[in-house]
Nanobody, 123 residues
Framework: QVQLVESGGGLVQAGGSLRLSCAAS????????MGWFRQGPGKEREFVAA????????YYADSVKGRFTISRDNAKNTVYLQMNSLKPEETANYYC????????????????WGQGTQVTVSS
């Protein structure tokens, strides 16, 4: 198993930036593909970005392409989500997740989840 702890959320103005971090512990995190998801008020949890276990492949939701960047440092067992040009509608709880399954751009394929970090974007 792997345990995930997110950090870096907070309050930011529209157009601003935040960098989220996800620290993994337990089994070696490099065996897992990692993803970021978000769930806004009254909305379903949705896919944001994912990265392969060695970082060579990334996927993004269309809504964040060109503004968000996912990366990982396996030596530090940490995954990051750099978020630029944030919009008020992106206010949500952001979750980090891990999976060994190959379809790691799909929410349902994720096995382990963090508790989330709140991001609030003011207009």
């Amino acid at each position: 198993q792997v345990q995930l702890v997110e950090s870096g959320g907070g309050l930011v103005q529209a157009g601003g930036s935040l960098r989220l971090s996800c620290a993994a512990s337990g089994r070696t995190s490099s065996i897992y593909h990692m993803g970021w998801f978000r769930q806004g008020p009254g909305k379903e949890r949705e896919f944001v970005a994912a990265i392969s276990r060695r970082g060579g492949t990334t996927y993004y939701a269309d809504s964040v392409k060109g503004r968000f960047t996912i990366s990982r440092d396996n030596a530090k067992n940490t995954v990051y989500l750099q978020m630029n040009s944030l919009k008020p509608e992106e206010t949500a709880n952001y979750y980090c997740a891990a999976t060994r399954r190959s379809d790691y751009a799909t929410l349902q394929e994720y096995e382990y989840w963090g508790q989330g970090t709140q991001v609030t974007v003011s207009s």
